[in-house]
């Protein structure tokens, strides 16, 4: 490699001499004697004359006579010989008189001999490189040097053959290495940052959709607790958020209230995250709902209580026509309706036939699926009041009614005293009633039947809000007990009902349930307060309740 850039550094400087030469009036011999000798033998070309012997330094001033002029020289036809293309050691002219100075061919390789201290001259030096210079090879042995007699460590790996240092290759290794670690860990952390951005980004669509309904909200003369509790603030706080797993926007949770301004409550919970990342909005209804149960109460530990406790509400059937209780419950590891799929609700069904088919006792009976019911079979079902419809239209705004009737399905047992829902409201609807007044018969059914189905199938709990459910009014116990009653004096002014009722923290709606008129005077009036409490005492607040209103019917 060293001979090949010396060649063509050679090459250059001969061009760049013989340019100086045929362009100058002085002779170039003298200026020819400060090149030092080459530290390498160098080929030479046959068609040369025979060199000279070497003179010795002391008769070299014998060629000081001024020669003549080179002008003559180079308008002969017949030029000098080509010099050699490669470097050549430090010509000396020829002995025999010439008509002009002509470049001596270089000396046949011999042994490098240190040169003389280089002439002072007025005459245009050719520069060479140090590496090339005899100072760089007079070290021991013959070894490089950097002209001050300390080994060239450069130039003497560059003689030897190159072999990889291990450290170094391994700190190069190590290097790349750690770049590239780098470089893919920023990779990775701009992806993350985009889906990050992504998953938290609500369409514009949606955005469109919710400023327009919280406009139409604000204006309205609504009553809803949506309306209540969903300020400006608020809203602007819970816009653009939406949950880690399912993605459910604040769309989801508010789009029955802001389509039906009616609506008492007015917002559900898509899946079960909705209740942390919509808190600000959820927190302020479940306590203004569930009598005071703030941000930072906990729901207590299920508790259902002595069940032989309760009696019977009205012993003479005068005024309490029926009675039920009834829980919902969520399947652990499954969204709510608005997040479920086709395929997870007819596994959720699945699971529920399967367990409820293994229910035995008072308990045992049959499972029917909505989905290709038997025309006799739901007629009778409506007939005893069983089969529920189609969502209405504050579930249908909360799409709470996709792939309808698909995994949804009735289980009752044969006295008809027990039933499950599956898939209406919630996953499970867990319900015991009977004709009449037995409070405490009624109340033992169901919790024998919840027992048994939580063994089999594990529910969806938390341990500030208790049970989980698609409604906020159902969370914490989930329990619901309720009567259908007669009270003509007190329904004849319903303002009147309402305030008993609330005083005793009773909640009274129409004979079908919620959104529905009385029918013949008879009203379903159940314990309002499901959270803060247990079970237990949620039945007791609804017992206690009922007794008073009986007892204020007859003395009115």
């Not at 050691?89 to 025999?96: I, T, V």
């Not at 790349?176 to 940052?193: R, W």
């Not at 039906?260 to 942390?276: L, R």
């Not at 829902?421 to 609807?429: A, F, G, K, S, V």
């Amino acid at each position: 490699m060293f001979a090949l850039w010396y060649l063509t550094f050679a090459v250059d400087e001969i061009r760049k001499r013989l340019a100086w030469l045929f362009s100058s009036n002085k002779p170039a011999a003298p200026a020819l004697d400060n090149k030092p000798a080459d530290p390498a033998p160098a080929k030479v070309p046959t068609p040369t004359p025979a060199p000279a012997k070497e003179s010795p330094p002391a008769k070299e001033p014998a060629a000081k006579p001024e020669p003549p002029k080179p002008a003559p020289v180079v308008a002969k036809p017949s030029p000098p010989p080509t010099p050699p293309k490669e470097e050549a050691p430090a010509p000396k002219p020829a002995p025999q008189p010439t008509p002009a100075p002509v470049v001596a061919p270089p000396k046949p390789a011999s042994p490098p001999k240190p040169a003389s201290p280089a002439k002072t001259t007025d005459k245009m030096p050719i520069p060479l490189p140090k590496s090339l210079t005899e100072a760089n090879t007079n070290g021991e042995n013959g070894a490089p040097t950097n002209g001050n007699g300390n080994v060239d460590e450069r130039l003497l790996a560059g003689l030897q053959p190159k072999k990889p240092l291990p450290q170094a290759k391994d700190a190069t290794q190590d290097f790349i290495k750690g770049e590239a670690n780098a470089f893919v860990q920023s990779i990775k952390e701009a992806q993350q940052l985009g889906e990050l951005k992504q998953d938290t980004m609500v369409d514009a669509a949606v955005l469109a959709k919710l400023e327009e309904g919280y406009a139409k909200l604000a204006a309205s003369d609504s009553k809803s607790l949506l309306k209540k509790y969903l300020t400006k603030e608020v809203f602007d706080n819970l816009k653009n958020k939406v949950t880690p797993t399912f993605k459910s926007t604040l769309l989801d949770v508010i789009q029955s209230g802001l389509e039906n301004h009616d609506s008492g409550v007015g917002i559900y919970a898509p899946d079960a995250e909705a209740y942390t990342v919509f808190a600000d909005l959820f927190d302020p209804i479940i306590e203004d709902y569930h009598g005071g149960f703030k941000k930072t109460d906990k729901h207590p530990a299920s508790n259902f209580g002595d069940v032989s406790t309760f009696g019977n509400v009205d012993p003479t059937n005068e005024y309490v026509i029926s009675t039920r209780v009834r829980c919902g419950r969520s399947m652990q590891g499954y969204p709510f309706n608005p997040c479920l799929t086709e395929a997870q609700y007819k596994e959720m069904e699945g699971k529920v036939s399967s367990t409820l088919s293994g229910l035995e006792g008072e308990l045992k009976g049959k499972f029917y699926p909505l989905t290709g019911m038997e025309k006799a079979v739901q007629q009778q079902l409506i007939d005893d009041h069983f089969l529920f419809k189609e969502g209405d239209r504050f579930l249908q705004t909360a799409n709470a009614c996709r792939y309808w009737p698909s995994g949804r399905g009735i289980y009752h047992n044969d006295a008809k005293t027990f039933l499950v829902w599956c898939n209406e409201e919630d996953h499970l609807r867990i319900i015991s009633m009977q004709q009449g007044g037995d409070l405490g018969q009624i109340y033992k059914r169901l919790v024998t039947a919840v027992n048994e189905i939580e063994k089999r199938v594990p529910f969806s709990h938390d341990d500030r809000l208790g049970f989980l459910t698609f409604c906020p009014t159902n969370l914490g116990t989930t329990i619901r007990a309720s009567v259908h009653i007669k009270v003509p004096k007190l329904a004849s002014n319903k303002a009147k009902l309402e305030e008993v009722a609330a005083k005793y923290n009773l909640q009274v709606r129409g004979t079908r349930g919620e959104h529905t008129e009385a029918e013949g005077g008879v009203y379903d009036i159940s314990n309002k307060r499901r959270m803060g409490l247990t079970e237990f005492d949620a039945v007791k607040e609804m017992y206690d309740g009922i007794t008073e209103l009986i007892k204020l019917e007859k003395s009115l």
